[in-house]
């Protein structure tokens, strides 16, 4: 399995232009969530999902756009990119949702450093 | 709401000196409690875990455990290495939410 991954690695962009985080996990996961890392903020929740064709907001959604057509694919829309966007993205996946029952640990991607100018 | 507070970093120490990183958590039912690693560079992973109280998890010779009584999970390793230089993630299975870390830094 190649886990989480994510594309690209690095990225700059102009201030005003739109991009897509791309993020795929080919373990079947159920739930999906994009978070960005800034220094001393520690991880942010931006959006998640919880199943192909659901989404919701986390606690830092403005700016960013999701969509889940498929079980293995949660791409990150970037509508038109501020330097305060610019951080460190990560994209995780997990068996089930994070809830009351559950034991599942989420899994990780790389990371994407976006920097815009 | 469901919370953990863990203690700020960064935390500095020797090479094969003893390492404890408090956590916390305040919730209302029974989650499971995880410890995750930011290695420079890298995303989160899974430490370890524990998912019901009194359970111990364990890992690359770091140990958690699950202490009810307490409200704790506190992070132990008895010689840490150079290599365990990182970020570490105290998380309650019931929040979506990751907080700032513990930053840990071991000079030879």
């Known amino acids: 399995n190649a886990g989480v991954t994510q594309t690209p690695k690095f990225q700059v962009l102009k201030t005003g232009q739109s991009m897509t985080l791309q993020c795929a996990q080919d373990?079947?996961?159920?739930?999906m969530s994009w978070y960005r890392q800034d220094p001393g903020m520690g991880l942010r929740l931006i959006h998640y999902?919880?199943?192909?064709?659901?989404?919701d907001q986390g606690e830092v959604p403005n700016g960013y756009n999701v969509s889940r057509s498929t079980t293995e694919d949660f791409p990150l829309r970037l509508l038109s990119a501020a330097p305060s966007q610019t951080s460190v993205y990560f994209c995780?996946?997990?068996?089930?949702?994070?809830?009351?029952?559950?034991?599942?640990?989420?899994?990780f991607g790389p990371g994407t450093r976006l920097t815009v100018t | 709401g469901d919370s953990v507070t863990q203690m700020e970093g960064p935390v500095t120490l020797s090479e094969e000196a003893f390492l404890t990183i408090n956590c916390t958590y305040t919730?209302?039912?029974?989650?499971?409690l995880f410890w995750y690693v930011q290695y420079p560079g890298e995303g989160l992973q899974l430490l370890l875990k524990?998912?019901?109280?009194?359970d111990k998890g364990s890992n690359k010779g770091f140990e958690a455990t699950y202490r009810k009584e307490t409200t704790s999970f506190h992070l132990e390793k008895g010689s840490v290495q150079v290599s365990d230089s990182a970020v570490y993630f105290c998380?309650?299975?019931?929040?979506?939410?990751f907080g700032a870390g513990t930053q840990v830094v071991v000079t030879p």
């Open positions: 995780a996946s997990s068996y089930y949702p994070p809830g009351q029952g559950s034991s599942y640990e989420q899994y």
């Open positions: 373990m079947n996961h159920e739930y």
């Open positions: 999902s919880v199943g192909a064709g659901i989404t």
């Open positions: 919730a209302t039912g029974y989650p499971s």
């Open positions: 524990a998912t019901k109280a009194d």
């Open positions: 998380a309650l299975s019931t929040k979506l939410q």
